[in-house]
Structure formats: C-alpha cells, structure tokens
C-alpha cells in the first residue's frame, strides 16, 4: 500500500530510468480499494466511477452557483451540460480512467 507514493501509475518506481512517471496515487487508491470491497468484478469499477462523475457534477453545480452565476437554474443547467456531454464517455466508460474524474476533482477542492 505505501508503494503507491513511490511508484508511477503502472508500479514502477520513479526513481527508474524505465518509469514514465506518471504519478497518479488517488487512482491507484481507489483501484486498490475496488479490488479489496469487490474484488475485479467491473461492475463495482464502473458503479465507483459513476459515483465519482456525480459527486464532480455537484461540485460543479455549487461551484457555478456560489462563484459563477447569480441564477442557481444556471448553475444546475451548466452541471447538467457537463454530466451528460458525450465528451465524458471514456472517463465514466472506462475503468483506467477515473483518474480523469479524480485530476478534476482535485483541481476544484484546491481551487
């Protein structure tokens, strides 16, 4: 578990000449948390990254809502725009992908 600090997002250490470095340890967190609540059943993989999508969508809305607009109808209409956009297929779609969901999530609570 404490590898996930130290190593890129396919498990190679970082300091290896071999390694890509990617780092990305919230999705390999949740990867591991996947694996360990439901074992590799894809369902649970695909219902953790619709969840994810959700929670970023709300996060959008109250963001839009307390910084953005003054009418909350836009802001629920620019959080519903951002949740169906067929530009988010492959990052809900796609088990590897959560890290997408997660870099927006992390760049929004930082902001």
Known sequence: MKNIFFNDFWG?????????????????????LNILLSGMTPLCFHVVNVFLHCT????????CEK?????SRLAFLAALLFAVHPI??????????????????RKWRAS
């Open 12 to 32: 190679k250490r970082m300091a290896d000449n071999t390694s890509h470095k990617s780092y990305r340890p919230l999705c390999i967190l949740t990867f591991k």
């Open 67 to 71: 910084t953005v607009f003054d009418d």
């Open 56 to 63: 970023v969508t709300a996060l959008l809305m109250y963001t």
């Open 88 to 105: 988010h297929t492959e990052a809900v779609g796609s088990v590897s992908r959560c890290f997408s969901i997660l870099h927006v999530a």
